[in-house]
T-cell receptor, first 114, second 116 residues
């Protein structure tokens, strides 16, 4: 079965500090991994994805994520957090066997403290 | 329009009533998805269309839920005999193609359904 775990409901970080939002996954087949961000009263916005190739993926707004196959993880990172990064972040996975379905984690609420 | 459009943005209905939720995908996107997001949860897959046909409807919770996409563009999610447990935000997404291609989906702002 396909699943995604985001172990932290809430992450707080000071502005200017690095941030990490954790995600682990379980899939059959080759994983396709995604990060989405959701601002209040707005739809999910695509940030970045890993399909194949380089394990470090760079995306929008300075975010990056590292695919780690042995740990089945895809943690989202940013070197220096901004207050405007405060939002709800969702990790999602599909696979080479179930490409039409995205399985989402329960989300992590990120608060960047000025 | 430039993005996925969903109407209405909010819908309040009485228990037992019928509702229709509309999704207008990005022009040229052949794949269309419906998801449901309950409070404090991530989106849950409902149904996926490739063109006009429902390629995967395994996420529909029961036969009260039905979706159509008759011309391969606009889709309507239909819920019969609504129950209070149906209250959630219903999200629509589209992508250039679906199936086994790992293409990101673009989401609308959702329709918040409240059944009273």
């Amino acid at each position: 079965a396909q699943s995604v775990a985001q172990p932290e409901d809430q992450v707080n970080v000071a502005e200017g500090n690095p941030l990490t939002v954790k995600c682990t996954y379980s899939v059959s087949g080759n994983p396709y991994l995604f990060w989405y961000v959701q601002y209040p009263n707005r739809g999910l916005q695509f940030l970045l994805k890993y399909i194949t190739g380089d394990n470090l993926v760079k995306g929008s707004y300075g975010f990056e994520a590292e695919f780690n196959k042995s740990q089945t993880s895809f943690h989202l990172k940013k070197p220096s957090a901004l207050v405007s990064d405060s939002a709800l972040y969702f990790c999602a996975v599909s696979s080479s066997r179930t490409g039409n379905q995205f399985y989402f984690g329960t989300g992590t609420s990120l608060t960047v403290i000025p | 329009g430039a993005g996925v459009s969903q109407t209405p943005s909010n819908k309040v209905t009485e228990k037992g009533k019928y509702v229709e939720l509309r999704c207008d995908p990005i022009s040229g996107h052949t794949a269309l998805y419906w998801y449901r997001q309950s409070l404090g949860q991530g989106p849950e897959f409902l149904i996926y269309f490739q063109g006009t046909g429902a390629a995967d409807d395994s996420g529909l919770p029961n036969d009260r839920f039905f979706a159509v996409r008759p011309e391969g563009s606009v889709s309507t999610l239909k819920i019969q005999r609504t129950e209070r447990g149906d209250s959630a935000v219903y999200l629509c997404a589209s992508s250039l193609r679906g199936g086994r291609a790992a293409i990101e989906a673009f989401f609308g702002q959702g329709t918040r359904l409240t059944v009273v």
